[in-house]
C-alpha cells in the first residue's frame, strides 16, 4: 500500500530520483521495524542478562556508596521524564507541519514519520540504559577518589574492582545487543536526513521558497538528529569516565605505601587496560561524538552532490524543451 501511494503521489519537483528515494525509505523503514521486533525476540537471553547484572551492580554500589546516590537517582529519573517529553513533543510539532505545511495523509507517516519514530524510541531506550552504566561508573569513580582521603582498606579495593568489572560486562552485553538494530536505524536515518535536507536545500537554490516545507524540513532534521546527538553525547561521557577512572587509579598506584594495596591496585590497573569498553554499531564504527561530526559531514557531501545533480537535470530539461519550441516554432513558420 506504500509502495503504490510512494509512486502515485502528486507534487511539485517531483523526478524520478525523489520518488526512488522514497521507495528506498519505505522498503528501508519496514525493514528496520523487522530487524528490531526480531533482534528483540531472538536476544531476550541478552536483556534478562543485562537486568540481573544492572542489580548486582547497583546492591555492590549501595553497599559502598550512599552519599547523594538518592540524588544521582533523581536526576536519572527527571532526565528519562525531559528527553521523553521532548519526544513527543517534537512527534506532536512534527505532524503538525506535515498537516499544516505539506498537506500529507496518515498513509504516507507510515512509511517515513512511523519508522523514524520507531528508530528513536530504540536510540532512547539505548541512551537511558548507557546513562545509567555512566552514572555507575561516576559512582564508582567518587568512591576510587575516597580510597585516597579515608585510607580505605584493600577489601573496598576488591569490591570496587567487582563493581568495574561487572559494569564492563553489562557495557558489552547492551552493546552487543542493540549493534544489529542501531546500524539499520542509523542506515535509514541517514537517508531520511538526506532526503530532508534535500527538500530544505531545494526550494532555496531554485528561489521557490516555501514557508510550509522549509519548516517542514527543519523540524524533520531536529526529529532526526535529537536520539543520535544524546546517544552519543552520552556514551562520549562513559568513555570519559572511564579513562578517568584509569588515570586515578594510576596516581593512587604512585601514591600507595602498603605492599598489598600496590598489588590490589596493580591487578586494578591491569583489568582497566585489558577491558576495553566500546559501543559499536556492529563493529562499523563506534557510537560517540566523532561518529555524529563524521555523520554530519557525510550528509553535507552527499546533499551536495544530490543537488548539482538535481540542478543539473533540470537545467538540461529546460534546454530540451526551450530548444524543442524554437523548433517547432520554425515548422510552424515554415
Partial sequence: MSIPYRINDDYDEKTNLTVGIEVLQTVLGALVICVILISYCIDQKFLVRIANQLIIIEYEIDRLYD?????????????????????????ILLLCTEILGIQTSPV?????????????WLL??????????QTDFADSLYQTRR????????????QLRDVHCHLCKMSNDVSSFYSLPVLFG????????????????????????DYGTLSNGIIWIIFLIYPISLLTN??????????????????????AIGKETKTELKKFSLQLLHRKIQFTANGYFI???????????????????????????????????IISSCNSTRRDLK
Avoid at 109 to 119: G, I, K, N, Q, R
Avoid at 186 to 209: A, H, Q, R
Fill in 67 to 91: 552519599l547523594y546516590y538518592s540524588l544521582r537517582r533523581q536526576r536519572i529519573f527527571y532526565t528519562i521524564i525531559i528527553v521523553c517529553i521532548l519526544k513527543i513533543c517534537l512527534l
Fill in 186 to 209: 542509523i542506515i535509514f536515518l541517514f537517508l531520511t536526513l538526506i532526503y530532508n535536507g534535500y527538500w530544505i536545500l531545494s526550494p532555496l537554490l531554485m528561489k521557490t521558497l
Fill in 124 to 133: 532512547i531506550q539505548y541512551f537511558l540504559l548507557v546513562m545509567v552504566i
Fill in 234 to 255: 552520552r556514551i562520549t561521557s562513559i568513555l570519559i569516565e572511564i579513562k578517568t577512572t584509569g588515570n586515578i587509579v594510576h596516581d593512587l598506584l604512585n601514591c
Fill in 147 to 158: 580510597i585516597v582521603v579515608n585510607n580505605s582498606v584493600v577489601h573496598q579495593l576488591l
Fill in 287 to 321: 557510537l560517540d561524538n566523532t561518529f555524529l561530526h563524521s555523520l554530519i559531514g557525510t550528509m553535507v557531501t552527499y546533499l551536495v552532490i544530490l543537488v548539482q545533480f538535481q540542478m543539473t537535470s533540470l537545467f538540461s530539461s529546460v534546454k530540451q524543451q
Fill in 108 to 120: 504516507s507517516w507510515l512509511t517515513d514519520v512511523l519508522p523514524t519514530f520507531y528508530v528513536g
